[in-house]
Nanobody, 126 residues
Framework: QVQLVESGGGLVQPGGSLRLSCAAS????????MGWYRQAPGKQRELVAV???????NYADSVKGRFTISRDNAKNTVYLQMNSLKPEDTAGYYC????????????????????WGQGTQVTVSS
C-alpha cells in the first residue's frame, strides 16, 4: 500500500509564511504528478498547485506569486512554500500523488493510481 503523510500546517498571522511537506511511502515504482489541493468549510476542494515528474508547475490564480511548489524525487516528497498568507488561504490542505506501483503498470499502459494524504490545517488569522 501507499501512504501520503503531510506536515507543516498551523496557525499563522496574515502576511506570514508556512511550508507544507508531503512524503509518499510504500509500494512505489515511480510518481507522476504531485499536487496540493485545499478545501475551506462549505466550499469545494480546489487545486492549489501541481508539479510534474519533470518539474513543470501550475498554480491557481489566487496563489500565483505567493506559493511555490517543489519536489524531491529521491525522497518522494512534495513541498508547498506559502508566503504572504491571507485569511482566505485558511483551509485544510491535501496532498495528492499519481503513483505507479510497478513497471508492469506502466508497460501495460495503465494510468497511475491517485492517492491522497489525510490533510493538514492551515489557519491564517490575527
Amino acid at each position: 500500500q501507499v501512504q501520503l503523510v503531510e506536515s507543516g500546517g498551523g496557525l499563522v498571522q496574515p502576511g506570514g509564511s508556512l511550508r507544507l511537506s508531503c512524503a509518499a511511502s510504500g509500494w512505489i515504482f515511480s510518481i507522476n504528478a504531485m499536487g496540493w489541493y485545499r478545501q475551506a468549510p462549505g466550499k469545494q476542494r480546489e487545486l492549489v498547485a501541481v508539479i510534474t515528474s519533470g518539474g513543470s508547475t501550475n498554480y491557481a490564480d489566487s496563489v500565483k506569486g505567493r506559493f511555490t511548489i517543489s519536489r524531491d524525487n529521491a525522497k518522494n516528497t512534495v513541498y508547498l512554500q506559502m508566503n504572504s498568507l491571507k485569511p482566505e488561504d485558511t483551509a485544510g490542505y491535501y496532498c495528492n500523488a499519481d503513483i505507479y506501483a510497478s513497471w508492469s503498470q506502466i508497460s501495460r499502459g495503465l494510468p497511475a493510481t491517485p492517492y491522497w494524504g489525510q490533510g493538514t490545517q492551515v489557519t491564517v488569522s490575527s
